[in-house]
């Protein structure tokens, strides 16, 4: 898939006009588009399609009516907003529109809830607006690298950052390219917007804020496959808690959740840990050695590990995610009273899902109950 492919999708024309505005005001975009045509308002299997009509709000004549499409647009996660809203938050006339597009646009790659081993982190999204809509001081930076400008975007917003130099610099992007970064006082949200169309050009899209926690700089089709990916490890959790609830016992549910002092493992094998974690659950146990084995995991393989006041799922989850390094999809199934240890492609199959592809998430997306 060409780069920037994702930002067209099946959406209508409109939605492909649009994003083919982005080579900004900043970066030579025309500050006039041409009106786009009428959208259709279908996808490809007929269903309704809502992102169409609030891409065409966008470009309506009333200002408050973009600063509602930009704010319902901020609420679907669906990166086809991402080139349109920018080019906005860029270019429009009004303040406010600019200020409210480019606050859309960079809630856009935040989840309304993120998971974390041994714990649930609910992300506040009226935080992250306070945060993004602080003003930041002019910038005059002139034939500076790359990297230079994005850590000194990072030390006055303010931010963490994770720049993939792998996608960038595939899409043409090299670090040591001096740039000039020239603007006025705006919001930290408008900086992000002004810097990822600076960066855009012809097809390949920049994209610039948070995602979730920390200042994301990657493609946007790098962006879009991690929401993507991200939705679908909810849909295998759920799908998997569905099955647990209809075919665990009680006791084997409420074993598995029960919360131990302490969890402390040095270089103990693999075959005694997950014992140690079914006795105490009350648990039978059964491995799936021959599986395993030939991903290269075996009974033997050390684990190392040192948890406090944690429950036996999450210290079977993290066990799992050290065992397979990231690139072995180990995963568990809980059914009558017996926990299961297989591959993810077996445990997908049982409780009736397409497998996760792990696009740059950690394991415990996946492993977690």
């Not at 939605?15 to 025309?30: P, Q, Y």
């Not at 993507?228 to 409420?254: G, L, M, N, P």
């Not at 799936?288 to 393989?301: C, N, Q, R, V």
Request: aromatic share 4%; glycine share 8%; net charge negative.
């Amino acid at each position: 898939m060409p780069h920037g492919t994702a930002l067209l999708s099946s959406r209508s024309v409109t939605a492909a006009v649009l994003a083919g505005l982005l080579v900004l005001a900043v970066g030579g975009c025309d500050r006039n588009p041409a009106p786009p045509p009428v959208a259709e308002t279908a996808d490809e299997a007929g269903r309704p399609d809502p992102l169409s009509p609030l891409l065409e709000q966008l470009q309506s004549d009333g200002s408050s009516r973009r600063i509602e499409a930009a704010r319902q647009l901020a609420d679907t996660g669906d990166m086809d907003a991402y080139c349109p809203l920018v080019t906005l938050a860029v270019s429009d006339a009004d303040p406010e529109v600019r200020r409210q597009a480019a606050l859309a646009a960079t809630l856009l790659a935040v989840p309304s809830e993120i998971h974390g081993r041994g714990r649930e982190i609910a992300l506040k999204r009226s935080d992250l607006a306070e945060r993004l809509s602080r003003t930041v001081e002019p910038f005059d930076l002139r034939d500076i690298p790359l990297s230079d400008i994005f850590q000194y975007v990072c030390d006055v917003t303010g931010w963490g950052s994770y720049v993939n130099w792998n996608a960038l610099e595939a899409a043409g992007i090299d670090m040591d390219n001096p740039m000039d970064l020239v603007l006025p006082e705006m919001t930290t949200a408008e900086l992000f917007c002004h810097l990822a169309g600076r960066l855009s050009t012809g097809e390949i899209k920049v994209f610039v804020g948070p995602a979730p926690l920390r200042l994301n700089i990657s493609t946007v089709e790098d962006i879009a496959g991690g929401i993507k990916a991200r939705r679908a490890i909810r849909r295998f959790q759920d799908a998997r808690r569905r099955f647990v609830q209809a075919h665990a016992s009680e006791t084997a549910r409420q074993g598995l959740s029960m919360t131990v002092d302490a969890a402390d493992f040095r270089g103990v094998p693999l075959n005694d840990v997950l014992r140690w974690i079914a006795e105490h659950a009350g648990v039978e146990l059964e491995v799936d050695w021959a599986l395993l084995t030939e991903a290269g995991i075996e009974p033997s393989t050390p684990v190392t590990l040192n948890l406090a006041d944690c429950a036996l799922q999450r210290i079977l989850a993290t066990v799992l995610d050290d065992v397979g390094g990231g690139s072995v999809h180990i995963d568990w199934l809980l059914e009558g009273e017996t926990l299961t240890i297989t591959t993810h492609k077996v445990v997908a199959r049982r409780i009736g899902v397409e497998p996760t592809e792990l696009r740059g998430h950690p394991r415990w997306d996946i492993v977690g109950y």
